[in-house]
């Protein structure tokens, strides 16, 4: 009680939690996203200029351009179509997605290039996440994963929702060897992919 006779406001316990809340993590974790995008993209345009331009010299020494720029993906990128499944062994979607060839995180320059694709978190999409944020890197350096080529060459068709049809030129199937999971906040989703095959786990 107070000296004229009110109550004192009730104020809430605060809890402090070691190491940040969980929002917190997943902020700071889309900041390290959209700066190692950054990064990719000045390394890919770095790459794109000396492809251009062919052998300069730098402080460094010579580079010298290799054909088959990395700068971006283009109708010549190794494609994959990736088909989520039903439990049923239906396919619910598919997708296309291209490998390309990334530096790895935190490395310099003049680290060798890993390959990377990309696949879509339909959980979080369903939740609203923009689809650039709910994307899925996997990355050769995290996740062990091997292109099977004996369909490389073939032409698929692409399913797209509303009943589109595109025909894509794929450079084989993909299997990762672990379990890939959404690495997004308050995000459970984790599958495995085999032959291109995407199945929750």
Known sequence: MTDDGKKAPQVSPVAIVKGGTARARYDKEMQRRRVDAEVRRRHEDRRHAIASHGPRQTREGVEIGRVGSTRMINQNSPRLILRYLNKDGSIHLECKSEITLVPPPNSSDAAPLEMMFAMV?????????????????????????????????????????????????????????????????????????????????
């Not at 689809?131 to 073939?154: L, N, P, Y």
Request: net charge positive; with cysteine; aromatic share 8%.
């Open 121 to 201: 978190c339909p959980r979080c999409v369903s939740r609203g996440v923009p689809q650039g944020e709910a994307q899925m890197m996997i990355r050769e350096s995290h996740r062990k994963f091997w292109i099977d080529e004996k369909r490389k060459g073939q032409v698929e068709p692409l399913e797209w929702p509303g009943g589109v049809r595109e025909f894509v030129t794929i450079c084989g199937t993909v299997t990762v060897q672990d379990i890939v999971r959404c690495s997004n906040y308050n995000c459970n989703y984790a599958v495995r992919i085999e032959n291109s095959n995407i199945r929750e786990v």
